[in-house]
T-cell receptor
Framework: SQQGEEDPQALSIQEGENATMNCSYKTSINNLQWYRQNSGRGLVHLIL?????REKHSGRLRVTLDTSKKSSSLLITASRAADTASYFC??????????FGTGTSLTVIP | EPEVTQTPSHQVTQMGQEVILRCVPI?????FYWYRQILGQKVEFLVSFYNNEISEKSEIFDDQFSVERPDGSNFTLKIRSTKLEDSAMYFC?????????FGPGTRLTVL
């Protein structure tokens, strides 16, 4: 399967805590991207990490990529209630097709 | 900031009818995509379009589906003879290089 698989499937934390979500995959990739989706809404691009990168930061987001383990993690620091959403990893390999995982549903409790 | 737009936001149709979902990609983007997300499930790739032709399509994208870029700005997905299982959110996306920008989606309900 070329899609990413996120874990956990669901995560519930208190506001202010950090949230970590993981994505594992089986094929080689060109890049991996993380998206957020609020319930019933579209996908919002969060961050892109290329296969030759190991870590990227964007505000409260930190993404790591370990190509030897074929895994990526998304860390959201100092979570807020507004971070409540589903988070998906999407990977691309040689084509330009995106393969989405099943997502992690994050609930941040105020 | 430029964005991908989609119309309508919600489409209700009777089984067997044809629907056309419309998208306006970001103007300087080169690749266009349609994805589907059945309620509670993952986002599934349907088709990619480049240089006025389909570049890749998934197994889902059978003869029931077609895409078109009729006028250089709109990008449409036509679903012929809709079935109950076609009910889903349909997302359009466009990209210049790596990052895909998604539209807000059209919720299709087939009755």
């Amino acid at each position: 399967s070329q899609q990413g698989e996120e874990d956990p499937q669901a995560l519930s934390i208190q506001e202010g805590e950090n949230a970590t979500m993981n994505c594992s995959y089986k094929t080689s990739i060109n890049n991996l991207q993380w998206y957020r989706q609020n319930s019933g809404r579209g996908l919002v691009h969060l961050i892109l990490i290329r296969s030759n990168e190991r870590e990227k930061h964007s505000g409260r987001l930190r993404v790591t990529l370990d190509t030897s383990k074929k895994s990526s993690s998304l860390l959201i620091t100092a979570s807020r209630a507004a971070d409540t959403a589903s988070y998906f990893c999407a990977l691309t390999n040689t084509g330009n097709q995106f393969y989405f995982g099943t997502g992690t549903s994050l609930t941040v409790i105020p | 900031e430029p964005e991908v737009t989609q119309t309508p936001s919600h489409q209700v149709t009777q089984m067997g009818q044809e629907v056309i979902l419309r998208c306006v990609p970001i103007s300087n983007h080169l690749y266009f995509y349609w994805y589907r997300q059945i309620l509670g499930q993952k986002v599934e790739f349907l088709v990619s379009f480049y240089n006025n032709e389909i570049s890749e399509k998934s197994e889902i994208f059978d003869d029931q589906f077609s895409v078109e870029r009729p006028d250089g700005s709109n990008f449409t997905l036509k679903i012929r003879s809709t079935k109950l299982e076609d009910s889903a959110m349909y997302f359009c996306a466009s990209t210049l290089r790596d990052e895909q920008f998604f539209g807000p989606g059209t919720r299709l309900t087939v009755l």
